[in-house]
């Protein structure tokens, strides 16, 4: 039976959540029986899943990529300590089973969402790098699943010294994809050869399972969902990092006002603890009426797909809450701020109804809102086009591929992004 480990993850990021979920059961499909085994960072409680979570953090990545778990005695003491420090047993025995995967695994899948780039510290892309070190160690074979990557700026001193890091570790993988057509050209500009061109594994993918799949102790709640024909409303405070706190805020509120007196139905969907305040704050310049609706809640990527499936559509600046719903064949008006944003909208010809949350064009943007409203029909069936070539090839049916036959040169759908109109379709090529 194969065993697959698959790195990267966690499962309080429901889009993270998501990218595992999506690649174990496609892999499952192409292999029927095999072991999937999740080393995960951020979990709780792994017994409410069907699958193993190990846990892959600050403590275990550096027992394992400097072996330590070869010296019993010691990774029990320092289990310990550590145990004690942070008040957990969740390292309890947990290295030498880490290391018992590692060991028998037949390859290692990457499945981060964004480390390696400037948008975050040169410490989270060395997370990634120290996943590709452990590989070599235990000399097995690791593919980066679909992922955003660059640019390389982040202004230090050791800039040159870093990116010289990066090449030497990202030379190692069988495969590397990039998601965005931007991270393609920042792998490849410094020398990388083993760089391929793939959407999200989350839109790309048929397969995807159902809550009651993965949640062991699942309850149906779908009484508690929104009504149907109603709009979804989801907000991020990770855009504070990228613009004024207080524009954003005031900017989140115009548009929801704007949707309430359109006399829309609107459900503000919180999927995440760390938004709760800033759905607050929102909600304070808000003329709520009977037609406002909030949703909290710790759903599961697959529970959220369900929920926004029933929007006619939706305002959100989530990555993956943009994933779920084009997945669903529902249009949204997005906000973002990186170039992730612009090359999914772009294939599924929705470039109309993306803003750079730093545009201080809010005129423009209840434009795009009040655009929507109209064409939210036309827009449904254009992304439904667009999502059956999206699904034509599966990435990991080709990742597959370059495991078994490694001197092969793998195909992958290269997206050539359409006119914003021209016939209605994405074009596809496959190589």
């Known amino acids: 039976m194969k065993t697959f480990i698959i790195t990267g993850i966690q499962m309080r990021n ?31 409680d792994p017994e409410q899943y069907t699958f193993t979570l190990l846990p892959y ?5 550096p027992m394992l990529k400097y072996d330590l778990c070869r010296v019993p005695f010691l990774v029990k003491i320092l289990s310990s300590i550590v145990g004690r420090l942070r008040k957990s047993d969740k390292w309890r025995d947990k290295i030498t089973e880490m290391r018992n995967a590692l060991q028998r695994a037949d390859a290692i899948f990457d499945a981060s969402g964004y480390t390696l780039g400037s948008g975050w510290p040169k410490q989270s892309g060395r997370m990634l790098l120290d996943t590709i070190k452990i590989a070599r160690r235990f000399k097995k074979k690791i593919i980066l699943m679909p992922q955003s ?4 700026d982040w202004g230090d001193k050791d800039d040159s010294n870093f990116i010289d890091e990066i090449k030497k570790e990202l030379t190692y993988p069988l495969r590397i994809y990039a998601r965005e057509r931007e991270g393609y050209e920042c792998l490849t500009s410094i020398g990388l050869r083993n760089v391929q061109l793939s959407a999200d594994m ?5 397969i995807f399972p159902s809550v009651g799949q993965v949640c062991s102790d699942y309850r149906d709640e779908r009484g508690n969902y929104p009504t149907q024909n109603s709009v979804g409303f989801i907000i991020n405070k990770n855009i504070f990092r990228f613009g004024d706190p207080s524009s954003i ?3 989140y509120a115009k548009m929801l006002q704007k949707l309430l ?21 929102i909600l304070s310049k808000v003329k709520i009426g009977p037609k406002a609706h909030v949703i909290s809640g710790e759903f599961s990527s697959p529970e959220l797909i369900e929920i926004i499936a029933r929007f006619k559509y939706v305002v959100a600046s989530r990555y993956h809450s943009v994933v779920f719903a084009y997945r669903s064949g529902v249009p949204a008006v997005v906000l973002g701020w990186a170039s992730k944003y612009s090359d999914l909208t772009a294939l599924f010809q929705q470039q109309d109804y993306v803003f750079d949350i730093r545009d201080s064009d809010t005129v423009r943007i209840l434009e795009g809102v009040d655009k929507m409203r109209m064409n939210y029909e036309d827009e449904a069936k254009r992304i439904k086009r667009n999502l059956e070539n999206v699904q034509a090839t599966s990435v990991v049916e080709q990742a597959v591929r ?6 092969l040169s793998a195909g992958v759908a290269h997206y050539q992004i359409a006119s914003p109109r021209g016939n209605g379709q994405a074009k596809l090529r496959t190589h």
Request: proline share 3%.
């Open 57 to 61: 953090d600050d403590f275990t990545r």
């Open 402 to 407: 370059v495991l078994d036959e490694p001197g």
């Open 149 to 152: 990557f660059g640019p390389f």
């Open 249 to 251: 805020i005031d900017l």
């Open 202 to 206: 989350v839109i790309r993918e048929k």
């Open 261 to 281: 007196d359109n006399g829309e139905k609107v459900y503000v969907l919180n999927t995440s603890t760390a938004d709760t305040d800033l759905v607050e704050k």
């Open 14 to 44: 429901k889009g993270a959540q998501a990218m595992f979920l999506s690649l174990s059961y496609s892999l499952k499909s192409i292999y029927g029986e095999c072991e999937v085994i999740g080393f995960s960072d951020k979990y709780d």
